[in-house]
């Protein structure tokens, strides 16, 4: 696989012993990478939001992980209206 940096990379890695462990639960669908959230306005679609990780933990909770050297503007953005829209909490990891 190809990540956007190496810092994603290595997380990938550890989550991907973390799910060979079961400290991530293969419940739903286990580890997912790049999962798409739509931003939508009135109906409107806006953009879409693309998190780096997706997995669900033993206790049930559903985790989304981004992980950031810089913060943008626009990702600050969408970070907001992703969780306010679907009633998550993005995570992030340095």
Known sequence: MVFASHA???????LRLLEKAEDIT??????????VYQ??????HICN??????YCTHDGK???EDVKGVKTPV???KKKLV????????????
């Open 8 to 14: 994603e990379g290595r997380r990938y890695s550890e």
């Open 26 to 35: 293969q419940r739903i669908s286990g580890l997912e990478c790049q999962p």
């Open 39 to 44: 931003i939508f306005v009135n109906k409107k």
């Open 49 to 54: 939001y693309i998190a780096d990780f997706r």
């Open 62 to 64: 559903i985790v989304v």
């Open 75 to 77: 990702y600050r953005l």
């Open 83 to 94: 969780e306010a829209m679907h009633n998550i909490e993005i995570v992030e990891v340095k």
